[in-house]
């Protein structure tokens, strides 16, 4: 279920007991019925909400058609059948996509208007077309299919009845595409190809020569590049290995399955497209979180570090914006360069609630923007392509709209608000690099820089929820919290996921790995658990299954599994004292460290080698002043990853007494020496364990040093047990501001 409100008739699941919403009382309550035992019960709307972000609380799955999956306590259906939309095939995920894009003009209609005449008038210009699309032999075989009332195949139904129940069981299920996925599942044959292998090889280099010369061609073209090409090879071939020349129709559905329309003809370059276009008024939602633009931008700002004041470097904002109120909807600002993680990290901030920012950072109102949007509208960076982030929207419900290249003006909204943030926040600042050249003149960033990064997440805060929110907006005609509150009078509820956890795990990334008897390998880290026997011991035992995983923290993987809860098994790493708190980044610099070694990859050597560059960045991260070796030591630091703590039911390891980071420093670089005997690079860098002569006299001064370090780790370690940011961030609180410390 992608997108569920709490409204009369909502059936969800609560302590094992199944309730219905019978009636909406005042004061933000609802009155509901126990069908285990007919009592009814009066539960506030904020109990609700508290109840389903701790996962005790699951709504009825309805409308997911022949994908539901009956379940138990008298639910007619619990979840789908199908736990992961991307491990379909990619012709089964392409149906479902060309049924969401033909309901999408039917969503936009009002209900009056869905009538029997507008789907049979749909069903009759569908077929047009794809009559006018098929040709050759496919066209005949579709006219006679037709004519003896036979079903159509999969990607050529377009009658009016499957578009009512398309859309009936598409609406039902919130808006999921897994509703509309095809029981293809005891077919057999189809979508296998025919041809042979080295023909196979012909036909993509005959595609390929199309697309290193662009210009106008017909099929036809294509089709004797291909027969001249056959001609060539079989001239060398015996009469018994000649290739044979496919049909043309097949070339035909090759060049439409590669979506290589490019193959036929010119594109239009941008200049000239834009140079026939007029600019308009762009779209205009009805409703708070129908359209939500994200974008990216490198702050004009440089922040120091918290404990020597050096600049760092400039920090990267992800920032998401609802564009019917005007209230920011979610946000991440660290060192991680744009990426589909930083993009996860914003919209699970959007999506959660956020009830502590007013404790965390002292702002004066609260951030009550939350729940799914209903579109998404980005740009065509590499980190909004990718699958993971269309397959996770498309089951949250959340319909991704990608902007046309090279036209910012379609996200306007989150455009004009990175102008407003510079204008109104960042260039007043000490440490501003201003927006270009022109304006800094010869103005020096880094010596006035003076910010760091926990400070400016709090001017962040109380400039985004006290100031923007607060002010007027000319093109809203109101301010953007009122607008909010205003859409929650008139009886607004945020559409909310099946369930917190699933929000948590479908924003993770995907991959795919082989269960061994031993785990599974991924990364060079060893993953195994007890439950993992039942996923070996599933029917397609052997072949590669789906996984989740945080590239901010590499100690858990979830593996698609429909008997475990929510559909996801959780699997920990084998070492947890090492893969505690680690990121994917981290690991692949000392994987590749220890590579260049010449040495055989194993836990042992990984875990030192991340204590020996643990060492080494934080050394040169004093002792640097360069901003763009900081900022990558910062990064290495874990300096703003504050936000990319573990999932809620992630428990970390303990170290383990007398462990190596307990050692004095003598015997830390001993034991470094023991990994690493034959490498003089990492004896020099390492100090000598016997005290130079300067140094004797002070060794009182040393200890006191040791002493301070070692109390300002145990404040550390309290203050980060402190509450946490939306109930599922490990952001640090802040600090008071100390005083200046005179110089010696």
Request: with cysteine; glycine share 6%.
């Amino acid at each position: 279920m992608a997108r569920i409100r709490f409204a009369i008739g909502t059936r969800y699941v609560r302590g094992g007991h199944l309730f219905q919403v019978r009636s909406s009382l005042p004061n933000d309550c609802f009155e509901v019925e126990n069908s285990s035992f007919g009592s009814l019960h009066t539960v506030t709307y904020s109990e609700l909400i508290e109840c389903w972000q701790r996962g005790e609380l699951q709504f009825e799955l309805k409308g997911g058609g022949s994908q539901a999956k009956k379940g138990p306590v008298g639910l007619s259906a619990t979840q789908y059948t199908i736990t992961d939309f991307q491990s379909l095939s990619s012709t089964i995920r392409a149906e479902a996509w060309r049924r969401y894009n033909l309901l999408l003009p039917l969503m936009r209609l009002p209900p009056e208007q869905l009538t029997r005449q507008r789907f049979q008038s749909l069903a009759r210009e569908l077929q047009m077309d794809l009559d006018k699309q098929l040709m050759g032999v496919e066209g005949e075989l579709a006219q006679r299919r037709r004519a003896a009332g036979k079903r159509a195949p999969v990607g050529q139904a377009v009658s009016y009845s499957s578009l009512e129940k398309w859309l009936r069981n598409f609406r039902q299920s919130g808006y999921d595409i897994r509703a509309l996925v095809p029981r293809t599942d005891r077919a057999g044959g189809k979508g296998v190809k025919r041809l042979d292998p080295y023909l196979e090889q012909l036909l993509e280099s005959v595609f390929e020569e199309c697309a290193k010369e662009m210009h106008y061609r017909t099929v036809e073209d294509v089709f004797a590049m291909l027969a001249n090409a056959i001609a060539e090879q079989n001239r060398t071939l015996s009469i018994e290995n000649r290739l044979k020349l496919p049909a043309q129709s097949t070339v035909y559905r090759r060049i439409k399955e590669k979506r290589l329309e490019r193959l036929l003809r010119r594109q239009p370059s941008i200049i000239e497209n834009q140079a026939n276009q007029s600019v308009g008024k762009g779209p205009e939602p009805n409703r708070p979180l129908q359209r939500v633009e994200i974008d990216h931008t490198c702050l004009d700002l440089l922040v120091v570090d918290e404990e020597d004041r050096l600049p760092i470097g400039r920090p990267t904002l992800t920032f998401a914006l609802d564009v019917y109120t005007g209230f920011p909807f979610g946000c991440y600002v660290g060192f991680e360069p744009p990426s589909y993680h930083t993009v996860q990290l914003c919209l699970l901030h959007g999506i959660l609630p956020k009830p502590d920012c007013q404790n965390l950072y002292g702002t004066t109102n609260s951030w009550s923007v939350y729940g799914l949007p209903e579109v998404l509208v980005v740009d065509n960076g590499k980190e909004f392509r990718g699958q993971d982030l269309s397959d996770a929207c498309a089951q949250l419900g959340i319909e991704l709209q990608p902007t046309p290249v090279r036209k910012p003006w379609f996200k306007g909204s989150i455009e004009r608000y990175f102008r407003t943030l510079n204008t109104g926040l960042i260039h007043p600042l000490p440490g501003t690099t201003f927006s270009n050249i022109l304006e800094r003149g010869d103005y020096n960033p880094a010596t006035q820089a003076c910010i760091s990064l926990a400070s400016f997440r709090q001017l962040l805060h109380i400039f985004i929820l006290d100031v923007y929110a607060q002010r007027w907006h000319s093109g809203l005609e109101a301010t953007p919290v009122k607008r909010w509150q205003e859409s929650v009078l008139a009886g607004f509820k945020p559409a909310l996921a099946h369930s917190a956890q699933e929000v948590r795990i479908l924003l993770l990334r995907t991959a795919e790995r082989t269960v061994q008897r031993t785990g599974i390998d991924f990364e060079a880290l060893r993953y195994q658990c007890p439950e993992l026997a039942r996923v070996r011991s599933q029917p397609n035992n052997g072949e590669k299954v789906r996984i989740k995983y945080d590239p901010a923290d590499l100690s858990a993987l979830y593996v698609s599994d429909p008997a475990a809860p929510q559909g996801w098994l959780r699997v920990p790493a084998v070492d947890q004292d090492y893969t505690a708190g680690l990121s994917l980044w981290k690991h692949r610099i000392i994987r590749e460290y220890v590579l260049r070694e010449k040495r055989e990859v194993n836990i042992y050597e990984l875990a030192a080698a991340k204590q020996l560059i643990q060492q080494l960045a934080a050394a040169e991260f004093k002792m640097t002043r360069q901003q763009r070796g900081r900022k990558t030591a910062a990064r290495w630091l874990g300096i703003g990853t504050e936000l990319t703590g573990p999932a809620p039911d992630a428990q970390l390891p303990q170290p383990a007494p007398n462990s190596s980071t307990d050692l004095p420093e003598t015997e830390k670089n001993s034991e470094i020496l023991r990994t690493f005997p034959a490498n003089p690079v990492v004896a020099s860098q390492l100090p000598s364990a016997e005290p130079e002569p300067e140094q004797a006299t002070n060794t009182s001064k040393n200890r006191l040093t040791v002493i301070g370090e070692t109390q300002k780790e145990e404040e550390e370690e309290e203050f980060l047990r402190g509450p946490r940011w939306g109930g599922d961030y490990n952001l640090p609180r802040l600090r008071p501001l100390e005083p200046a410390r005179p110089e010696n």
